[in-house]
């Protein structure tokens, strides 16, 4: 934890502490929409495999 705070302080001061919260906003929103996807792909793979 340690790490990330003083990587996200360092990239705080230097693009500015908007820049780092659009950023991990936009990653959480990848990450999310990646997770659906793979639910998907994984819910269509069973409903096949039951019929």
Do not use: H, P, Q
């Amino acid at each position: 934890m340690n790490f990330f705070m003083t990587l996200s302080n360092v990239y705080g001061r230097i693009y500015g502490t908007d820049f780092v919260s659009k950023g991990l906003l936009r990653y959480c929103e990848l990450d999310t929409f990646a997770m659906v996807v793979i639910y998907e792909f994984w819910k269509n793979e069973i409903d096949n495999y039951s019929n």
